[in-house]
C-alpha cells in the first residue's frame, strides 16, 4: 500500500520552480530529488500543504502566492547605511550579497540594491519574497521518518 503524504514522513520529490513569467528559478534536473521531512516546516507551506494526501508517482502542479511562501516585501528590511558599514570591501556594487548580524543575533542575507555616493540602500528581504511561484512536482518517494529524522526535524 502506498503511503499518502503527511506529518513525519520523508518526502522525496523532483521539482521545477517557476515564477509567473516561466523564468526558472530553481530545479532539481541532473540532481538527486529533494528529501525533506513533511511536517517539520522545512519546504514553504503552500507546498507542503498541496502535497499532503499524494503519493509516489504523483505529479502536481502548484502555483503558490507570497504569503503561503517567502512572504511579501516588507518595507522595514530596505534601509540605507553609510558605506563605511562595509569596511574591508574595496567596492561595493548593487547585486553584491552579504551575511549580516540582525538586532537579535542571527544571520541575515541582505542584497546592495542600490550605491549612490556613500549611501547604500540594502535589502534583507529574502530574495523571492513577494514573488509567486509556480512548482511542478513529481513525487519519487515517501517513507516512515526514523526517530531520529523526527527528533532533528529534517532527513537524514
Known amino acids: 500500500m502506498s503511503l499518502l503524504i503527511g506529518d513525519n514522513l520523508v518526502v522525496s520529490m ?7 513569467d516561466a523564468n526558472l528559478l530553481d530545479s532539481s534536473e541532473g540532481s538527486e ?9 522545512n519546504i514553504i507551506p503552500g507546498l507542503e500543504k498541496a502535497l499532503v494526501g499524494k503519493v509516489a508517482g504523483d505529479t502536481v502542479q502548484v502555483r503558490i502566492e507570497p504569503a503561503e511562501a ?6 522595514e528590511l530596505i534601509e540605507t547605511v553609510d558605506i563605511a558599514a562595509f ?3 574595496d567596492s561595493v556594487e548593487p547585486g553584491m550579497a552579504f551575511e549580516a548580524q540582525a538586532p537579535d543575533g542571527s544571520v541575515q542575507r541582505i542584497v546592495v540594491k542600490a550605491v549612490e555616493g556613500n549611501d547604500v540602500t540594502i535589502d534583507a528581504n ?4 513577494g514573488v ?6 513529481e513525487i519519487v518517494g515517501v517513507r516512515e521518518a526514523t526517530q531520529e529524522e523526527i527528533a532533528h526535524g529534517h532527513v537524514h
Open 14 to 20: 523532483h521539482y521545477k520552480l517557476t515564477d509567473d
Open 33 to 41: 530529488p529533494l528529501a525533506y521531512l513533511h511536517g517539520a516546516g
Open 70 to 75: 517567502y512572504g511579501e516585501i516588507r518595507p
Open 87 to 89: 569596511q574591508g570591501v
Open 126 to 129: 529574502h530574495p523571492l519574497a
Open 132 to 137: 509567486t511561484l509556480n512548482f511542478d512536482v
